[in-house]
Nanobody, 125 residues
């Protein structure tokens, strides 16, 4: 059973930075996908950034390209989302999610079976 434990998040002013982390365990085999998703009030959950176990080119939503960076520390089984130049529209609950399959750059929420508890990110002055 894949388990995901998130950390980070909080309140930050526009233009600021935050880093989210997700400690993963329980993968079977060598292939998996892991990523970050977010859900703002009244909106559907959306894929923010996803990466595969093969470290192929990550997916980024157009709204975060150039501002967010996903990375993996394989030794710690941890995935990070570095968020820079944050905007008020980035405010949402952010979730780490994983799937024990090689999905490549696919970052649709319905494709991912395992989810973290979510962490609130609020961008406000």
């Amino acid at each position: 059973q894949v388990q995901l434990v998130e950390a980070g998040g909080g309140l930050v002013q526009p233009g600021g930075s935050l880093r989210l982390s997700c400690a993963a365990s329980g993968f079977t085999g060598d292939y998996y996908n892991i990523g970050w998703f977010r859900q703002a009030p009244g909106k559907e959950r959306e894929g923010v950034s996803c990466i595969s176990s093969s470290d192929s080119s990550p997916y980024y939503a157009d709204s975060v390209k150039g501002r967010f960076t996903i990375s993996k520390d394989n030794g710690k089984n941890t995935v990070y989302l570095q968020m820079n130049s944050l905007k008020p529209e980035d405010t949402a609950v952010y979730y780490c999610a994983a799937e024990n399959l090689p999905l490549g750059r696919l970052c649709e929420p319905l494709l991912y079976d395992y989810w973290g508890q979510g962490t609130q990110v609020t961008v406000s002055s």
